[in-house]
């Protein structure tokens, strides 16, 4: 049974920093790429950041490239997403999902996390 289980979510002040994690299991995701999502309420999922297992494809939405960092661990299979300089609009819960594709599509990722939220308090 596959399993993608967020942590490391809750509130910060505008400026501050958080680090998520997902932790995979289930099956081998080698082949696959890890992507982290966001949602608000009556706004539909929205791509942040994706990361390949076997490394050299690195992507981010625009709203966060420079802000946050997709990371993995190989042993732990864990990806990571750290958050800086976090803003009241980055304000949602943050899901972890698996695609086999390089894909900012949430359509083409086939396993989800349970999200996780994230409050950004102005």
């Known amino acids: 049974q596959v399993q993608l289980v967020e942590s490391g979510g809750g509130t910060v002040q505008a400026g501050g920093s958080l680090r998520l994690s997902c932790a995979a299991s289930?099956?081998?995701?080698?082949?696959?790429?890890m992507g982290w999502f966001r949602q608000v309420p009556g706004k539909e999922r929205e791509f942040v950041a994706a990361?390949?297992?076997?490394?050299?494809?690195?992507f981010y939405a625009d709203s966060v490239k420079g802000r946050f960092t997709i990371s993995r661990d190989n042993a732990k299979i864990t990806v990571y997403l750290q958050m800086n300089s976090l803003k009241p609009e980055d304000t949602a819960v943050y899901y972890c999902a698996a695609s086999p594709y390089n894909s900012r599509w949430s359509s083409e990722y086939d396993y989800w996390g349970q999200g996780t939220q994230v409050t950004v308090s102005s």
């Open positions: 990361i390949r297992w076997s490394g050299g494809s690195i």
């Open positions: 289930g099956r081998t995701f080698s082949s696959y790429a």
